[in-house]
């Protein structure tokens, strides 16, 4: 077998095997087969497109690329969830205590931000001392006696699509659904949870823009899911405004914890109820969705989720009065307000702006080495559909530097749009996949 053979082939429009698939991954992992060889083949599979077989062999081959996270030692059915990213998604730190208190055992990897805002990890480094740094069997010990461990991702967990992905970055060979799919799901197939519940970005903060290549992108990933034998489920969701109306990473913990007490944005609330619903089915914890939704709310009503994220903060060597205190969180020094131009219903915010916004304050990275500064931020006091006046606050910037609060101010200013009639508010649930 030889790649220039394999290369030719999909050039050509034809069917790799599973075999051929295989032989490539592996010999692209291991060093045998060159950057110029694998750039030219990821080209070809961006013009000429992959089949839903050779997407769920391509997905395979990188999840066997390296090594699987053993679960079986953990109790019940593990469900992982997986969200495309955006602008204040913080959903893993409300939703995560919340279907753990319901029963299902969260057993989750996760990354650190690089882009506008942090990672799961980032945001929870919010609590003083808390660690992903534990130990395997830590990790599964916490999940068995809690219900709740988070690591960092590991370099051995599907390494190929690491390798591969870095290659698309510079080869413009991106934005395939194949490629898109098939590198999301290795890491979640190499993760070893039982079933996937995914929750699909659409909208101007989101990687996909259109809401039809979201359907499209979530349909490719539960194909795969269930083609490797797990039960997988797409949750479309708006992202075309910030998600709640906190963006930065201390101040996304401050809204989970006020979600877990009740009284979180109602688009947050909903995205949570929405994806633990769909946790909770695939854990088969509840018969129905009502049922689901309802043992979800009585976690929240009665404090079981709260008491559950403290005590997997404390687990992880985090402070947990934090989580009844929050003001023992970050808080940055400097804060001033951004006042609407003119009097009108909110009709647009640049979502991905306002993302830009919060790196330019600290809260993000623009390369690996950047450190984050967890107590800086942007709360939005206005979202889609909200009437305003002129010069009221629509939102509050928080900065720890003069200059780079100045820089995120004259940025903002120009994320919000403006109109004299009502604005239909958009629902963060578009649609489901199954």
């Not at 619903?277 to 989720?305: C, F, H, Q």
């Not at 009709?347 to 984050?372: D, F, N, Q, W, Y």
């Not at 559909?385 to 530097?401: C, H, M, P, Q, R």
Request: proline letters at 3%.
């Amino acid at each position: 077998m030889r790649m220039y053979d394999l290369i030719m082939k999909k050039r050509n429009g034809n069917i790799l095997t599973k075999d051929e698939i295989h032989y490539m991954i592996e010999g692209y992992t291991r060093g045998e087969i060159p950057d110029y060889q694998m750039s030219a083949m990821m080209m070809a599979v961006y013009f000429q497109g992959m089949n839903e077989e050779e997407t769920l062999q391509l997905t395979m081959a990188m999840r066997d690329s390296g090594e699987h996270l053993d679960l079986s030692a953990v109790r019940g059915i593990k469900v992982d969830k997986h969200s495309t990213g955006g602008v204040g998604d913080k959903t893993s730190l409300a939703l995560t205590p919340m279907v753990a208190a319901c029963g299902i055992p969260v057993a989750k990897m996760s990354g650190r931000g690089l882009g506008h805002t942090g990672g799961t990890i980032d945001k929870l480094e919010s609590f003083p001392g808390f660690t992903t740094g534990i130990s395997a069997d830590t990790f599964l010990k916490n999940v068995n006696e809690i219900g709740i461990a988070i690591m960092g991702q590991t370099a051995q967990l599907a390494p190929a699509d690491k390798k591969l992905y870095a290659l698309r970055d510079v080869t413009a060979t991106v934005d395939n659904l194949s490629l898109i799919a098939s590198s999301i799901m290795s890491k979640k197939l190499a993760a070893g949870a039982d079933a996937i519940v995914l929750d699909v970005k659409t909208g101007s903060g989101a990687f996909m823009k259109k809401e039809e290549d979201a359907f499209a992108l979530a349909r490719e990933m539960v194909t795969i899911g269930k083609g490797a034998g797990k039960t997988t489920i797409g949750v479309v969701t708006d992202m075309d405004q910030p998600l709640g109306r906190a963006v930065g990473n201390a101040m996304e913990v401050k809204e989970a914890i006020d979600t877990l007490m009740g009284r979180g944005p109602a688009d947050f609330q909903e995205l949570c109820l929405t994806l633990g619903t769909y946790m909770l089915l695939a854990g088969k914890r509840a018969s129905g969705k009502e049922e689901a939704e309802s043992m979800l709310k009585e976690v929240i009503a009665n404090g079981k989720a709260l008491d559950k994220l403290a005590e997997f903060v404390a687990a992880q060597g985090g402070d947990s009065k934090a989580v009844y205190n929050p003001g023992l969180l970050p808080a940055a020094s400097l804060s001033e307000d951004v006042t609407a131009a003119e009097e009108g219903y909110v009709s647009r915010i640049a979502c991905e702006e306002v993302g830009i916004c919060s790196l330019l304050l600290g809260g993000g990275r623009e390369t690996k080495e950047s450190v984050i500064d967890l107590s800086v931020g942007i709360s939005l006091h206005k979202k889609k559909g909200d009437f305003v006046k002129k010069g009221e606050s629509i939102a509050t910037l928080y900065a720890n530097d003069r200059d780079k609060l100045r820089q995120a101010i004259k940025r903002f200013e120009g994320t919000y749009g403006y109109c004299e009639t009502p604005v239909e508010i958009p629902s963060v649930i578009k649609g489901i996949v199954e």
